[in-house]
Each structure stands twice: as structure tokens, then as C-alpha cells.
């Protein structure tokens, strides 16, 4: 069973709005990672966040996370087209075998 | 590096028949998975391994083989194909699943349907 649900499933905005998506998962975990697909293709790493930390930046992402919530979002300012795609977390708990969720998929209208 | 390479990317097979999806990775890297996904349902790890040798089940095995001979080789076999196995496939692999930071490397997918 997927540990970590996104939310929420489709997200529509025009270019240079930031996108949210947030993450939420039932168990603890030791890390927890965001992957971009885009339509047809594999899945690329974006960012990992580990427990014990509460907030990590790459570029223009953002990545929060709250344990005390269990939950996590991932913020994108100033989108672009080329941001277009699905969303997916993957959380890692004592296996450390990442498990995704369904997705958050990102329409960004230029 | 070619990263990870899957092959073929798209397969038709009829009910019954077995086939090899394979996987490689050129970057010596100890853990390789499979994953399907299907639409609505994310990724579902399939089978996994932690190293040449070492092979171990995931969420939904049934169905489907693994083996291990290689650190770069990790080949899903469907010994009998059945359409709920219609799916895309997904190899993928990371240096150690015991980094906490580890990062999953994903191959492009084999898009498979069972008739």
C-alpha cells in the first residue's frame, strides 16, 4: 500500500504563480523525496529532506516538512511551462524502500 | 554514463505468453527495483534487490521473477501474461538503500499491454 498520498491530484495555474503541493503519510520515516515525470517518461529526482530537517531549497523548489503532521509540501515559484508534469513523494521509513504516492499532476499555462 | 537503459519500450503480448523486460545500470550502483504504474494508482514496487545474488519482493511480486547475477543486470521476467499485467514499467536504481540520502535513478519505462 502507498505510504505517502499527494495532494491534491491536479493542480491548473498560468505561468509565474507559484504551485503548492503537499504531501501527507501515515508512518515514520527517515527521509522523504520529490520526483518530477514528465508525460511519457521516467521519473527524475528533484529533492530529498531527511527527518530531522525542516526545510531544504533547490532553485526555485521548496520543501518543507513537518513530522509532528507527518506531512510535507513541495512549492514552486514563478512556474513555467516547462514545469508541466506529475508530482510524486517518496517517503522512506526503516526499510529505507522508497514508496510513492499517486501524484499531484501540474498544468502550467503559459 | 548511460544511466539506466530498459529495453524494449513497448511490448504487445497475448494472454499466456512470458517475456523478458530487461534492465541495465552503468553506474555500479548496489540497488535496483522495478516498479509498475498504473493510471490513478502511483508506482508499486514490484521486486527489488540489494546487490548480485540478493533479490527480495515488494508490494505486488505475484506474477513476475527477478534474478540477480550481475550488479548491472536486473531482468523482469512475466512467466504468463495475464492484461492485468498491461502496465508501464519502471526500472530503477540508487548507490545503496541504506544512504539516507540516496536518490533513485529511473530508466524510461517499457509501456507493456497484455491482449
Known amino acids: 500500500s502507498q505510504q505517502g498520498e499527494e495532494d491534491p491530484q491536479a493542480l491548473s495555474i498560468q505561468e509565474g504563480e507559484n504551485a503548492t503541493m503537499n504531501c501527507s503519510y501515515k508512518t515514520s520515516i527517515n527521509n522523504l523525496q520529490w520526483y518530477r515525470q514528465n508525460s511519457g517518461r521516467g521519473l527524475v529526482h528533484l529533492i530529498l529532506?531527511?527527518?530531522?530537517?525542516r526545510e531544504k531549497h533547490s532553485g526555485r523548489l521548496r520543501v518543507t516538512l513537518d513530522t509532528s503532521k507527518k506531512s510535507s509540501s513541495l512549492l514552486i515559484t514563478a512556474s513555467r511551462a516547462a514545469d508541466t508534469a506529475s508530482y510524486f513523494c517518496?517517503?522512506?521509513?526503516?526499510?529505507?524502500?522508497?514508496?510513492f504516492g499517486r501524484g499531484t499532476s501540474l498544468i502550467v499555462h503559459p | 554514463n548511460a544511466g539506466v537503459t530498459q529495453t524494449p519500450k513497448f511490448q504487445v503480448l497475448k494472454t499466456g505468453q512470458s517475456m523478458t523486460l530487461q534492465c541495465a545500470q552503468d553506474m555500479n550502483h548496489e540497488y535496483m527495483s522495478w516498479y509498475r504504474q498504473d493510471p490513478g494508482m502511483g508506482l508499486r514496487l514490484i521486486h527489488y534487490?540489494?546487490?548480485?545474488?540478493?533479490?527480495d519482493q515488494g508490494e505486488v511480486p505475484n506474477g513476475y521473477n527477478v534474478s540477480r547475477s550481475t550488479t548491472e543486470d536486473f531482468p523482469l521476467r512475466l512467466l504468463s501474461a495475464a492484461p492485468s499485467q498491461t502496465s508501464v514499467y519502471f526500472c530503477a536504481s540508487s548507490y545503496s538503500r541504506r544512504e539516507v540520502s540516496d536518490t533513485q535513478y529511473f530508466g524510461p519505462g517499457t509501456r507493456l499491454t497484455v491482449l
Open positions: 517518496a517517503t522512506s521509513g526503516g526499510s529505507y524502500i522508497p514508496t
Open positions: 529532506i531527511r527527518s530531522n530537517e
Open positions: 534487490s540489494v546487490g548480485a545474488g540478493i533479490t
